[in-house]
């Protein structure tokens, strides 16, 4: 049978509507209004719940008749709430509608998800998957034990691929091609971020193809070690995903992450790949941009 090539995946930028505002000041065909209005609306963050035109033209860099204009149309809508009393506006709930026809196409999560709940409980810590966006990894399922730490996932949440095993995880699914497009994303755009941890992403992203998983131990959340391995390429839309285990460093003996919690997690992923009639990714070596020998491609 002919080789299935793996779908080619447009590696976009993660970064705010507000940076994409300064960069496609000049194009003709980018809607500058309708970018205004995103930015607005990822000013909202767990900091800030309730924002005032004077707060969110500060977090967007809008000027504030913009920005009163973009937040009452935004409210008529339904897409922000208003509060006559404090005169500032939370998030609607139409916002969170948004994101409901994304994650329910998504449908092995709904079958992923006692598995991932059963192996939470197991190590006390949390389970989750992502989904590659740009530089970052964002979770589209999670379960956890009751006391994972300080370090809470959820849905939507999002964590920088450079500084996570999970992203890591993700990234070694990636072509020669959009290896060297995510790589320059991430120089132009990690800051501190690739400075300090991009050796780090390197080794993690080399381990995955090496041995099928990465380990992090304390590079997004300081107290929380955490084991990162690849799961599937959609056989559909070509995202990556990922699986990852996260558990607080005080709960794990010697190595224990290493020798036991990451064969665990191939192993569940093995079965959520099953149950997701998905075949396992191709895992590309930085280097050379080819598949290791032995790595199964799918058909």
Not at 1 to 19: C, D, F, G, T, Y
Not at 127 to 139: C, D, F, M, R
Not at 161 to 175: F, K, T, Y
């Amino acid at each position: 049978m002919p080789v299935r090539k793996p779908r080619k995946l447009h590696v976009v930028s993660s970064r705010s509507a507000e940076a994409a505002l300064a960069d496609k000041a000049d194009d003709a065909s980018f809607a500058t209004t309708l970018a205004k209005g995103l930015a607005v609306l990822e000013a909202f963050d767990v900091s800030g719940a309730w924002l005032g035109n004077g707060e969110l033209a500060a977090r967007t860099g809008l000027a504030r008749p913009t920005v009163a204009r973009l937040s009452y149309t935004l409210a008529e809508l339904g897409y922000l709430h208003y509060d006559e009393a404090s005169a500032k506006y939370r998030l609607g709930a139409r916002s969170l509608r948004m994101a409901h026809p994304l994650l329910a196409s998504l449908e092995f999560r709904q079958l992923a998800r006692p598995l991932m709940q059963e192996m939470a409980v197991s190590v006390g810590g949390a389970v989750s998957i992502g989904l590659l966006h740009g530089t970052e990894a964002v979770y589209v399922e999670t379960a956890r034990s009751g006391d994972v730490g300080a370090h809470i996932p959820d849905l939507g949440m999002a964590i920088p691929v450079v500084r996570s095993a999970m992203g890591r995880a993700l990234a070694a699914m990636l072509s020669a091609e959009e290896t060297a497009a995510l790589d320059a994303r991430l120089v132009a755009e990690g800051g501190h971020d690739w400075d300090a941890y991009g050796e780090r992403f390197a080794a993690g992203r080399c381990d995955c193809v090496a041995n099928g998983v990465n380990v992090s131990c304390g590079d997004w959340a300081a107290a929380v070690h955490a084991v990162g391995v690849p799961l599937f390429r959609s056989r559909k839309t070509g995202d990556c995903f990922a699986l990852n285990c996260g558990v607080p460093a005080f709960r794990l003996g010697p190595r224990q992450i290493e020798t036991d919690i990451a064969p665990r997690l191939k192993a569940l992923a093995a079965n959520i790949r099953s149950l997701a009639g998905e075949g396992e990714p191709v895992l590309y070596a930085p280097e050379a941009g080819r598949p290791l020998p032995g790595r199964r491609v799918e058909r």
